[in-house]
Nanobody, 127 residues
Framework: QVQIVESGGGLVQPGGSLRLSCTVSGANLDLYAIGWFRQAPGKEREGISF????????YYADSVKGRFTISKDDTKNTAYLQMNNLKPEDTAVYYC????????????????????WGQGTQVSVSS
């Protein structure tokens, strides 16, 4: 059974940084594409960054491009989202999604194609 656990959220001042982790168990991460999503109060869940299972194909939403970096370490079965220059509008619950796409695959699933989810981690940006 595939399980996903996010960690690394917290309270940070504007301009600060956080690194979120997405640890996958019950599966080999090198077979999975990973997506980071967030949901702010009263808003729909937004896909902000995706990475393919292999070859490092990535996507960033305009709202985070240039500030966030997605990566994955298959040896640790963990994906990351490095968030720099955080803004109050980044405040949300951040979720990690997984989608099995197989090995050596550069395919980047769309935001509705992820079928394994973690419980989320809260990120709050405030002075």
């Amino acid at each position: 059974q595939v399980q996903i656990v996010e960690s690394g959220g917290g309270l940070v001042q504007p301009g600060g940084s956080l690194r979120l982790s997405c640890t996958v168990s019950g599966a080999n991460l090198d077979l999975y594409a990973i997506g980071w999503f967030r949901q702010a109060p009263g808003k729909e869940r937004e896909g902000i960054s995706f990475i393919s299972s292999h070859f490092g194909t990535t996507y960033y939403a305009d709202s985070v491009k240039g500030r966030f970096t997605i990566s994955k370490d298959d040896t640790k079965n963990t994906a990351y989202l490095q968030m720099n220059n955080l803004k109050p509008e980044d405040t949300a619950v951040y979720y990690c999604g997984g989608r099995r796409t197989g090995p050596y695959n550069a395919y980047l699933p769309g935001p509705n194609e992820y079928n394994y989810w973690g419980q989320g981690t809260q990120v709050s940006v405030s002075s």
